[in-house]
């Protein structure tokens, strides 16, 4: 069964620091690949996607994530993060040949990050 | 253009009883997919309509069910509840282009509480 894992469940920064999030999944044919963030008190918003192309995706608030195939994983990072990323991060992916909306998730990253 | 909506947004009941939760999708998104959230299990995907047609299931007994109307909205059941359904349900709709499924927007959920 396809999987995803995050390796990272409580990540605590300070303001301006650097952020990288790891993501594997587990399945070997194509795949679209989703970074969902959930602020507190609010509901899932997309970060960012991959479909296909540059392996490099630029997402919302500052946020990119590189898909590197031979690896299964699609990390997420930010150069310097701000007090207002305290959140929770999915990976989630979709497996292309079933084209459903089936959506695996990884069991999220807890982002705090210190004024 | 208005976002996910579902009904009711809270909802307490008891064991054995049943619930019916909505979800109106984004205006155009014919897609619509189930997921329970819990702090246990995370986030894993329930099921997912399009054209009024179940696509896809995911590994819930048969308590849990839905269904799509002719205009996208769709509902989801679950009967005879027990008290680990306590959970956020989450709707989410997405286009679907060229026969392929695109990505996925979130609704706020429905908090489930079964006492």
């Known amino acids: 069964a396809q999987s995803v894992s995050q390796h990272n469940h409580h990540v605590i920064l300070s303001e301006a620091a650097s952020l990288e999030l790891g993501c594997n999944y587990s399945?070997?044919?194509?795949?679209?690949l989703f970074w969902y963030v959930q602020y507190p008190g609010q509901h899932l918003q997309l970060l960012l996607k991959?479909?296909?192309?540059?392996?490099l995706v630029k997402g919302i608030k500052g946020f990119e994530a590189e898909f590197i195939k031979s690896k299964f994983s699609f990390n997420l990072r930010k150069p310097s993060v701000q007090w207002s990323d305290t959140a929770e991060y999915f990976c989630a992916v979709n497996v292309y040949s079933s084209n459903t909306g089936k959506l695996i998730f990884g069991q999220g990253t807890t982002l705090q990050v210190k004024p | 253009k208005a976002g996910v909506t579902q009904t009711p947004r809270y909802l307490i009941k008891t064991r054995g009883q049943q619930v019916t939760l909505s979800c109106s999708p984004i205006?155009?998104?014919?897609?619509v997919s189930w997921y329970q959230q819990t702090p246990g299990q995370g986030l894993q995907f329930l099921f997912e309509y399009f054209s009024e047609t179940q696509r896809n299931k995911g590994n819930f007994p048969g308590r849990f069910s839905g269904r799509q109307f002719s205009n996208s909205r769709s509902e989801m059941n679950v009967s005879t509840l027990e008290l680990g359904d306590s959970a956020l349900y989450l709707c989410?709709?997405?286009?679907?282009?060229?026969?392929?499924?695109?990505?996925?927007?979130f609704g706020p959920g429905t908090r489930l509480t079964v006492l």
């Open positions: 205006s155009g998104h014919r897609s």
């Open positions: 991959y479909f296909s192309g540059d392996p």
């Open positions: 989410a709709s997405s286009l679907v282009t060229s026969g392929r499924i695109d990505t996925q927007y």
């Open positions: 399945y070997g044919g194509t795949v679209n």
